[in-house]
Protein backbone atom coordinates (compact mmCIF):
# COMPACT_ATOMS: atom_id res chain seq x y z
CA UNK A 1 0.00 0.00 0.00
CA UNK A 2 1.46 3.31 -0.88
CA UNK A 3 0.76 7.12 -2.12
CA UNK A 4 0.91 8.39 -5.53
CA UNK A 5 2.46 11.58 -6.49
CA UNK A 6 -0.05 14.15 -6.35
CA UNK A 7 2.51 16.66 -8.12
CA UNK A 8 5.35 14.82 -9.51
CA UNK A 9 8.37 16.47 -10.88
CA UNK A 10 10.20 16.51 -14.35
CA UNK A 11 13.14 14.85 -13.24
CA UNK A 12 12.92 12.36 -10.10
CA UNK A 13 15.14 13.95 -7.43
CA UNK A 14 15.90 10.42 -5.97
CA UNK A 15 16.91 7.16 -7.90
CA UNK A 16 17.52 3.51 -6.30
CA UNK A 17 21.00 1.89 -6.87
CA UNK A 18 22.64 -1.07 -5.15
CA UNK A 19 25.98 -0.17 -3.61
CA UNK A 20 27.43 -3.03 -2.21
CA UNK A 21 26.87 -6.58 -2.51
CA UNK A 22 25.51 -8.76 0.49
CA UNK A 23 27.16 -8.61 3.36
CA UNK A 24 25.37 -9.42 6.43
CA UNK A 25 25.12 -4.67 7.21
CA UNK A 26 22.94 -3.84 9.87
CA UNK A 27 23.87 -0.38 9.17
CA UNK A 28 25.57 1.85 7.53
CA UNK A 29 27.13 5.36 6.46
CA UNK A 30 27.79 7.26 3.66
CA UNK A 31 31.19 10.15 3.13
CA UNK A 32 32.64 10.99 0.41
CA UNK A 33 34.34 7.93 -1.72
CA UNK A 34 33.53 5.85 1.72
CA UNK A 35 31.13 3.69 2.82
CA UNK A 36 31.39 2.30 6.49
CA UNK A 37 28.82 -0.64 7.58
CA UNK A 38 28.41 -2.36 10.12
CA UNK A 39 27.41 -6.19 10.41
CA UNK A 40 25.11 -8.19 12.57
CA UNK A 41 28.17 -9.99 13.40
CA UNK A 42 29.99 -7.32 14.89
CA UNK A 43 31.96 -6.42 12.18
CA UNK A 44 33.02 -3.17 10.70
CA UNK A 45 33.89 -2.99 6.98
CA UNK A 46 35.22 -0.22 5.09
CA UNK A 47 34.55 -0.15 1.22
CA UNK A 48 35.87 2.53 -1.08
CA UNK A 49 34.79 3.57 -4.88
CA UNK A 50 37.80 1.92 -6.79
CA UNK A 51 38.43 1.88 -10.89
CA UNK A 52 40.02 -1.22 -11.09
CA UNK A 53 39.02 -1.31 -14.55
CA UNK A 54 39.51 1.45 -17.09
CA UNK A 55 36.33 0.14 -19.58
CA UNK A 56 34.16 -1.01 -15.98
CA UNK A 57 32.17 1.70 -14.14
CA UNK A 58 33.73 2.56 -10.55
CA UNK A 59 32.45 0.41 -7.90
CA UNK A 60 32.73 0.27 -3.66
CA UNK A 61 35.55 -2.53 -2.38
CA UNK A 62 36.76 -3.77 0.62
CA UNK A 63 39.70 -2.37 1.72
CA UNK A 64 39.76 -3.28 5.59
CA UNK A 65 37.47 -5.26 8.35
CA UNK A 66 37.73 -5.45 11.74
CA UNK A 67 35.44 -6.62 14.75
CA UNK A 68 34.51 -5.05 17.93
CA UNK A 69 35.73 -6.62 21.39
CA UNK A 70 32.55 -7.95 21.92
CA UNK A 71 31.43 -9.57 18.53
CA UNK A 72 28.02 -8.43 19.24
CA UNK A 73 25.56 -6.49 15.98
CA UNK A 74 26.39 -2.95 15.31
CA UNK A 75 23.23 -1.28 15.98
CA UNK A 76 24.33 2.48 14.75
CA UNK A 77 27.51 4.07 13.22
CA UNK A 78 27.45 8.51 13.46
CA UNK A 79 29.85 9.91 11.27
CA UNK A 80 32.17 13.23 13.00
CA UNK A 81 33.84 14.19 10.00
CA UNK A 82 35.04 17.78 11.58
CA UNK A 83 36.46 15.96 14.57
CA UNK A 84 37.72 12.84 12.39
CA UNK A 85 35.55 10.33 14.27
CA UNK A 86 33.42 7.51 14.14
CA UNK A 87 30.86 6.66 17.15
CA UNK A 88 29.69 2.95 17.09
CA UNK A 89 27.18 1.93 19.13
CA UNK A 90 26.94 -1.97 19.75
CA UNK A 91 25.60 -3.87 22.74
CA UNK A 92 24.57 -0.86 24.89
CA UNK A 93 28.14 0.54 24.19
CA UNK A 94 29.22 3.60 22.11
CA UNK A 95 32.58 2.75 20.96
CA UNK A 96 35.45 5.01 19.28
CA UNK A 97 37.04 5.15 15.73
CA UNK A 98 39.10 7.20 13.52
CA UNK A 99 38.22 8.65 10.33
CA UNK A 100 38.74 7.63 7.42
CA UNK A 101 41.18 5.06 8.56
CA UNK A 102 38.38 3.73 11.21
CA UNK A 103 41.09 2.72 13.63
CA UNK A 104 39.66 2.28 16.53
CA UNK A 105 40.73 4.71 19.70
CA UNK A 106 42.84 3.25 22.25
CA UNK A 107 40.89 3.19 25.10
CA UNK A 108 43.59 4.69 27.54
CA UNK A 109 42.43 7.91 25.01
CA UNK A 110 38.91 7.38 25.40
CA UNK A 111 37.08 4.71 27.26
CA UNK A 112 33.83 3.47 25.24
CA UNK A 113 30.82 4.73 27.11
CA UNK A 114 28.27 2.19 28.80
CA UNK A 115 24.69 1.21 29.36
CA UNK A 116 23.04 3.36 26.37
CA UNK A 117 20.10 2.97 25.48
CA UNK A 118 20.13 5.47 22.50
CA UNK A 119 22.21 8.49 21.93
CA UNK A 120 21.58 11.94 20.03
CA UNK A 121 24.62 14.28 18.09
CA UNK A 122 23.96 17.69 18.00
CA UNK A 123 22.62 17.86 13.78
CA UNK A 124 24.71 21.07 13.38
CA UNK A 125 27.85 19.60 14.11
CA UNK A 126 26.98 16.74 12.02
CA UNK A 127 26.82 18.90 9.51
CA UNK A 128 30.29 20.28 9.74
CA UNK A 129 32.69 19.79 7.31
CA UNK A 130 36.28 17.66 7.82
CA UNK A 131 39.09 20.55 8.11
CA UNK A 132 42.33 19.67 5.99
CA UNK A 133 43.73 16.48 7.35
CA UNK A 134 47.12 18.69 9.05
CA UNK A 135 44.90 20.04 11.33
CA UNK A 136 45.48 18.56 14.86
CA UNK A 137 42.44 17.22 16.52
CA UNK A 138 43.30 19.66 19.53
CA UNK A 139 42.72 22.46 17.69
CA UNK A 140 39.06 21.72 16.23
CA UNK A 141 35.92 22.94 17.97
CA UNK A 142 34.05 20.21 20.07
CA UNK A 143 30.80 18.09 19.12
CA UNK A 144 28.13 17.56 21.52
CA UNK A 145 26.68 14.00 22.09
CA UNK A 146 23.53 13.50 24.39
CA UNK A 147 23.51 9.78 25.59
CA UNK A 148 20.38 8.54 26.60
CA UNK A 149 20.69 5.79 29.51
CA UNK A 150 17.69 3.98 31.63
CA UNK A 151 16.66 6.84 33.33
CA UNK A 152 18.69 9.65 32.56
CA UNK A 153 20.72 11.69 29.85
CA UNK A 154 24.25 11.95 30.26
CA UNK A 155 25.46 14.87 28.13
CA UNK A 156 29.74 14.89 26.61
CA UNK A 157 31.72 16.88 24.83
CA UNK A 158 33.98 15.03 22.29
CA UNK A 159 37.16 16.13 20.67
CA UNK A 160 40.62 14.60 20.93
CA UNK A 161 39.21 13.49 24.41
CA UNK A 162 35.98 12.52 25.77
CA UNK A 163 34.45 15.61 28.55
CA UNK A 164 31.88 14.79 30.67
CA UNK A 165 29.34 17.80 30.89
CA UNK A 166 26.26 16.98 32.97
CA UNK A 167 23.41 14.67 33.63
CA UNK A 168 19.72 15.11 33.18
CA UNK A 169 17.30 12.65 35.41
CA UNK A 170 14.73 11.32 32.46
CA UNK A 171 13.15 9.34 34.80
CA UNK A 172 10.66 7.46 31.64
CA UNK A 173 13.73 7.01 29.75
CA UNK A 174 13.84 7.03 25.78
CA UNK A 175 14.21 4.58 22.98
CA UNK A 176 14.83 7.60 20.10
CA UNK A 177 16.48 10.99 20.34
CA UNK A 178 17.42 13.42 17.90
CA UNK A 179 19.04 16.73 18.72
CA UNK A 180 19.38 20.46 17.22
CA UNK A 181 21.50 22.61 19.46
CA UNK A 182 19.97 22.92 22.93
CA UNK A 183 16.90 21.06 22.58
CA UNK A 184 16.24 17.65 22.34
CA UNK A 185 13.58 15.52 20.92
CA UNK A 186 12.81 12.15 22.12
CA UNK A 187 10.28 9.14 22.48
CA UNK A 188 9.93 7.14 24.70
CA UNK A 189 7.18 3.73 25.17
CA UNK A 190 4.17 5.59 24.83
CA UNK A 191 5.09 9.51 23.84
CA UNK A 192 6.74 12.14 22.29
CA UNK A 193 8.26 15.00 24.16
CA UNK A 194 10.90 17.95 23.94
CA UNK A 195 13.70 18.36 25.72
CA UNK A 196 15.61 21.57 26.78
CA UNK A 197 19.15 20.89 28.09
CA UNK A 198 20.34 24.02 28.95
CA UNK A 199 17.22 24.65 31.61
CA UNK A 200 16.88 20.80 32.13
CA UNK A 201 12.98 20.70 31.45
CA UNK A 202 10.43 18.21 29.53
CA UNK A 203 7.55 19.31 27.17
CA UNK A 204 5.47 16.45 26.23
CA UNK A 205 4.14 16.62 22.93
CA UNK A 206 1.97 13.60 21.53
CA UNK A 207 1.37 10.23 21.70
CA UNK A 208 3.01 7.68 19.34
CA UNK A 209 -0.39 6.16 18.66
CA UNK A 210 -3.53 8.17 18.41
CA UNK A 211 -5.50 4.75 17.81
CA UNK A 212 -8.43 3.99 20.28
CA UNK A 213 -6.21 1.17 21.09
CA UNK A 214 -2.92 2.55 21.49
CA UNK A 215 -1.47 -0.77 23.36
CA UNK A 216 -1.80 -2.72 20.13
CA UNK A 217 0.21 -0.45 18.01
CA UNK A 218 3.85 -2.08 17.24
CA UNK A 219 5.33 0.34 15.00
CA UNK A 220 8.55 2.14 15.87
CA UNK A 221 8.60 5.85 16.67
CA UNK A 222 10.48 8.26 14.58
CA UNK A 223 12.15 11.72 14.52
CA UNK A 224 13.81 13.85 12.05
CA UNK A 225 15.69 17.40 12.75
CA UNK A 226 14.11 19.39 9.69
CA UNK A 227 15.35 22.58 10.89
CA UNK A 228 17.21 24.65 13.71
CA UNK A 229 15.41 23.73 16.78
CA UNK A 230 12.53 22.03 14.35
CA UNK A 231 11.48 18.72 14.47
CA UNK A 232 9.24 16.04 12.71
CA UNK A 233 7.93 13.27 14.34
CA UNK A 234 5.51 10.37 13.63
CA UNK A 235 1.86 9.34 15.20
CA UNK A 236 -0.43 6.93 14.40
CA UNK A 237 -3.97 7.57 13.93
CA UNK A 238 -4.97 4.20 13.44
CA UNK A 239 -5.47 3.98 9.71
CA UNK A 240 -2.89 6.15 8.76
CA UNK A 241 0.25 7.88 9.91
CA UNK A 242 0.66 11.68 10.49
CA UNK A 243 4.01 13.44 10.12
CA UNK A 244 3.94 16.56 12.48
CA UNK A 245 6.33 19.78 12.49
CA UNK A 246 6.95 21.15 15.66
CA UNK A 247 9.30 23.98 16.76
CA UNK A 248 11.45 23.76 20.24
CA UNK A 249 8.77 25.47 22.04
CA UNK A 250 6.64 22.52 20.62
CA UNK A 251 4.34 24.26 18.56
CA UNK A 252 3.47 22.87 15.21
CA UNK A 253 4.72 24.67 12.08
CA UNK A 254 4.82 23.92 8.73
CA UNK A 255 2.34 21.18 7.23
CA UNK A 256 1.33 17.64 8.31
CA UNK A 257 2.40 14.82 6.35
CA UNK A 258 0.22 11.17 6.24
CA UNK A 259 1.36 7.69 5.16
CA UNK A 260 -0.98 5.01 4.22
CA UNK A 261 1.46 2.79 6.73
CA UNK A 262 3.80 3.28 9.48
CA UNK A 263 7.00 4.46 8.04
CA UNK A 264 10.28 2.66 9.47
CA UNK A 265 12.01 5.98 9.92
CA UNK A 266 11.93 8.80 8.07
CA UNK A 267 15.03 11.22 7.21
CA UNK A 268 15.40 14.02 5.95
CA UNK A 269 17.28 15.44 2.66
CA UNK A 270 16.33 19.14 2.08
CA UNK A 271 13.72 19.92 0.25
CA UNK A 272 12.73 16.38 0.88
CA UNK A 273 11.16 14.04 3.12
CA UNK A 274 11.93 10.13 2.86
CA UNK A 275 9.87 7.68 4.56
CA UNK A 276 10.32 3.65 4.40
CA UNK A 277 7.45 2.24 4.80
CA UNK A 278 6.69 -1.57 5.43
CA UNK A 279 5.90 -2.87 1.71
CA UNK A 280 9.65 -1.64 1.42
CA UNK A 281 9.26 1.17 -0.68
CA UNK A 282 10.53 4.72 -0.24
CA UNK A 283 7.59 7.71 -0.32
CA UNK A 284 9.32 11.50 -0.97
CA UNK A 285 7.58 14.49 0.12
CA UNK A 286 8.46 18.18 -0.53
CA UNK A 287 9.16 19.43 2.74
CA UNK A 288 7.71 23.38 1.41
CA UNK A 289 4.50 21.71 0.00
CA UNK A 290 4.21 19.02 2.13
CA UNK A 291 2.81 16.94 -1.02
CA UNK A 292 4.30 13.69 -2.29
CA UNK A 293 6.66 14.01 -5.56
CA UNK A 294 7.97 10.74 -5.54
CA UNK A 295 7.74 7.04 -4.86
CA UNK A 296 10.92 4.69 -5.00
CA UNK A 297 9.64 0.60 -5.77
CA UNK A 298 11.14 -1.92 -3.91
CA UNK A 299 13.66 -3.91 -5.34
CA UNK A 300 13.04 -7.00 -7.09
CA UNK A 301 16.55 -8.42 -6.90
CA UNK A 302 16.96 -8.19 -3.26
CA UNK A 303 15.23 -11.21 -0.55
CA UNK A 304 15.98 -9.57 2.68
CA UNK A 305 14.42 -5.98 3.14
CA UNK A 306 15.83 -2.65 4.05
CA UNK A 307 16.08 -2.05 7.31
CA UNK A 308 16.28 1.60 7.37
CA UNK A 309 16.98 4.59 5.63
CA UNK A 310 20.34 6.93 6.23
CA UNK A 311 20.86 10.35 5.46
CA UNK A 312 24.23 10.97 4.42
CA UNK A 313 25.09 14.34 5.79
CA UNK A 314 28.36 15.21 4.38
CA UNK A 315 27.74 13.53 0.62
CA UNK A 316 28.90 10.77 -1.27
CA UNK A 317 29.77 9.21 -4.28
CA UNK A 318 27.86 7.29 -6.40
CA UNK A 319 28.66 5.57 -9.86
CA UNK A 320 25.78 6.07 -11.99
CA UNK A 321 25.42 4.51 -16.05
CA UNK A 322 22.62 6.78 -16.20
CA UNK A 323 23.58 10.15 -16.15
CA UNK A 324 24.06 10.82 -20.07
CA UNK A 325 20.61 9.08 -20.67
CA UNK A 326 19.54 11.70 -17.96
CA UNK A 327 20.90 14.93 -20.04
CA UNK A 328 18.83 16.86 -21.78
CA UNK A 329 18.34 20.19 -23.84
CA UNK A 330 16.38 22.79 -21.38
CA UNK A 331 15.14 26.37 -22.36
CA UNK A 332 16.83 29.09 -20.11
CA UNK A 333 14.66 32.71 -20.13
CA UNK A 334 17.76 35.31 -20.43
CA UNK A 335 17.11 39.33 -19.62
CA UNK A 336 18.75 42.06 -22.00
CA UNK A 337 20.80 44.63 -20.26
Known amino acids: MTSAPTKPVDVPPFQLQKLISQCNAR ?13 SNGELIRFALQADDPKALESYSIISRQSLPNDKPVDEIVLLPSIFRALVLSDHQIHFYTLPALDAVPHHVIKPIRHVVTFAVDQTHLRRRAPPPSVPVSSLEPVDVCVIKRSAIAMYSLRERLFYQKEIPLPEG ?5 RSGQFLCIADRSKYSIVDLANASLTPLMPLSQAPEPSGFTGAPGICVTGDGEFLFLSWTGTST ?36 PNRTVEIHSIETQGIVQVLPAPHDDAEPRVALVAALSGYLVPSTQKSEKMRKVPVGLLRG
Open 27 to 39: CAQAMGSEIYVGT
Open 242 to 277: LGVFINSSGDPVRGTLEWPAHPRNVVLDYPYVAALL
Open 174 to 178: ATLAR
